[in-house]
């Protein structure tokens, strides 16, 4: 295997960031009917984000040595998938939250009518993009990555996991929810970034279990380090509203174990994350220096 | 090719429909967590339900001699796509809808939030149940029929109905814009049930074309006839309320062309679905029974 040029994470993530929101903005086109649907989808699609989840798999994809044009249609999906949630998260039902991204929530814009159908919208066509005839891609794989997105975005991953957040509004603090909560509401689909980049670079079975371990650890990782800085961090740093988790009575971790034991179970993740990287026989540093960037930014 | 046994249509429905609603209960088991969102999901999925969708791509595949058990998970993904629009079209931001099925809707059961999550978790599972392994259909078949729901559920399709339906609602009635709303709100799924039977049982794509044909004029007809319905039924007949179609200020066909010519379009459309039918080379009395069935409602 040919060694990648070694590229810094941070360099990586501002070059991919920029083409991943190049190809979302060509995803819906403007002549699409009706407008005031796809309006409100391109808003929060192409609203300024870090990308974690497309970028994460166009890494793992080039860990692979796959070319990034290939895999960005798949990339894509999970960006659409993580856009739906946001909207239908912040609606007035669930989190009635006001600000995302730095912006008006969809619904403040284009009203909940319209938010609902514009999650609803980008949901349904992320898996238009996964099964539209891809190149390069065999139907097997196509299939695969459907399966993936599908399960750890539904009532097994993460609409299960919003479910129990919500459930656990009304609970005694306990970490076995708390668990239950991250694992499904966050790290699913950081997981399946993760798989789906090695999906589509036919990755061996036992290279996508390890990668599926270090998305998953890495994804847990990212959430405990969102429960610190909803307390930490200022509104503006943030883009969200901050400390909207307690106002909400979430169950996060800073409430469960306190700040500093949150602080070394990210650390943990951390861990056992680059720990998974290091069994494989790849060249892993972009995806240990992705990994430590999403927990390092904490300090 | 062997002729199958006649089977009347209203027999074909009772049957299919016990076996279409013995699967759809065996979709989510009764230990899957967390219970809220499953019961929540369930209670809609396996309402009382005409189930046209799916037995109309069982019916399809009937038609091309495929054992429904081939069919029945591929069945069963339309009905869960339709369960979750009928949750999330009757929340309060939608259409506000108390009853449905003849039951109270799913939000003034479970609340807003779980309505919300369990109609989000139907539309994606039912990429998975597409997506899974299954057995007698090949990769391609499948990503075939992930495209067509997707496609028929998307912006491109139910989901730009809908926003164009909402829209409506503050417009002055017209045939164009009426016309865009039921062919993509409801008539591309049902579309799509038929075109999905027809990749399950690998119809040529000449047979495609005319069955996607019979299947669009098909869906047109039913949702004029709904519209006629809302205003002559009564809410026990319909199980939904009856009435709300003229209470929301909808476009529907007999506000824009009043209730003589409504059942001419009606009946316009029965005419061109059978016209396309009677183009295959299929034996098509099952299908020509479904079609007349779903336009005599009005009589």
């Known amino acids: ?30 002549d699409n009917e009706p407008q005031s649907l796809f309006n409100a989808m391109r808003y929060s699609l192409l609203a300024p984000g870090k990308r974690l989840r497309p970028a994460l798999c166009l890494a793992v994809a080039r860990t692979l040595e796959v070319a990034e044009e290939q895999a960005m249609p798949v990339a894509a999906s999970l960006e659409l998938v993580h856009a739906y949630s946001l909207i ?17 929530t969809n619904h403040k814009v284009f009203g909940e009518a319209t938010a609902l159908l514009a999650g609803d919208g980008l949901l349904t066509h992320a898996f238009s993009l996964l099964s539209h005839r ?44 708390l668990q239950f909560i991250h694992t499904h509401k966050t790290a699913a689909l950081i997981e399946a970034a993760v798989v789906m980049g090695a999906i589509v670079g036919q990755a061996s079975i036992e290279q996508k279990e390890l990668l599926a ?65 290091a069994k494989t026989d790849l060249h892993t540093s972009l995806l240990v220096g992705l990994a430590e960037l999403s927990v390092r930014r904490i300090h």
Chains 1, 2 share one sequence.
């Open 88 to 104: 239908h998260d912040d609606l007035p039902a669930m989190d009635n939250d006001d600000l995302r991204r730095g912006q008006p």
């Open 134 to 177: 891809l190149p390069f891609l065999s139907s097997e794989q196509q299939l695969e990555l459907v399966w993936s997105l599908a399960n750890a975005a539904g009532p097994h991953g993460m609409v299960g996991g919003q479910q129990a957040d919500l459930s656990a509004e009304t609970q005694s603090p306990n970490l076995a929810t």
């Open 213 to 277: 371990s270090y998305g998953r650890h890495l994804g847990l990782a990212f959430q405990i380090v969102d429960d610190l800085l909803d307390v930490t961090a200022t509104t503006q740093e943030l883009g969200k509203s901050s400390g909207a988790d307690e106002r909400q009575h979430k169950m996060t971790y800073p409430v469960v174990v306190g700040i500093a034991e949150t602080r070394r179970l990210a650390e943990n993740e951390l861990t056992q994350a680059l720990a998974a990287l």
């Open 1 to 30: 295997m040919t060694k990648l040029p070694h590229m810094d994470a941070q360099e990586f993530l501002r070059e991919i960031g920029q083409k991943i929101n190049d190809y979302l903005a060509t995803v819906f086109t403007p």
